[in-house]
C-alpha cells in the first residue's frame, strides 16, 4: 500500500463535485432528514451540535471566536452526516470497508503530521466544526474514499456517488436548507461533497 503525503488539515480534502438531485419532500417533524429510508432525528442533529459547542467553549481564549464562526453549526453538522452516508453508500455498494485498525492507522498518520493528537483535533475543531468524539468518523470517511479511489481511480467517484444518491433517495427538512442538486451538499452550507485525491507534498500545520 502506497503511503500518501502529508496534508495539513487546513489544506482542505474537501472539492465540489456534481451530482444527482434526490427527493425534496418534508420529512415530519422531529426529522431533521431522511436517508435511505432511516430518519436523522433533530435530537440526534442536536446533540452533535451540542457537543460540538461543548468543545469550543472548552477552547479558552480561543471560544467566542469559534462560536461566532460558525453560526450555521446545525447546517454544518447534518451536512457532514449526509455526505457520511452518502459515502457509507457507495463503500457498501462496492464491498469495501474500514477497519479500526485502518482508522486509528490514520488517525497516527494525521496526528503525527499535525503535531499530535491533541493539535490534530484542535485543528478539526477550528477548520471542520468536530467535536473530538466526531473525529472517527472523519477518519472512516478518509478511509473509505482512499479505498473507493483505489478502486475507480483518480477522479472517477461521481458516477458510483450519483447511484448512492439516487438509491438514498435524500430528504431534508427545511429548517436547515435545501438539497443543492448541484453540488451535493445543503443550499448555504460549508461543506462541499467530498472526494478522495493524492495528498499534496506539504509541510505540517504550523511548519
Known sequence: MHRRTALSVSAALLVAAPLLSACSGEPRPGTAAVVGGERITTSALQAQVN??????????????????????????????????????????????????????????TYADENGGNAQFEALLLQKGAMAPGQVDRFLRDRVLLTELTAKYGAGKLEEPARAAVKALRIEVNPRYGAWDAKEIKLGNGETPWITQRTRPEQPPAGA
Open 51 to 108: 457537543d460540538v459547542r461543548a468543545a469550543q467553549n472548552r477552547s479558552g481564549q480561543a471560544a467566542a471566536e469559534l462560536i461566532a464562526s460558525t453560526p450555521h453549526l446545525e447546517r454544518q453538522r447534518l451536512d457532514a452526516i449526509l455526505q457520511s452516508r452518502i459515502i457509507d453508500k457507495m463503500a457498501d455498494t462496492a464491498g469495501l470497508t474500514a477497519t479500526q485498525k485502518e482508522i486509528e492507522d490514520e488517525r497516527k
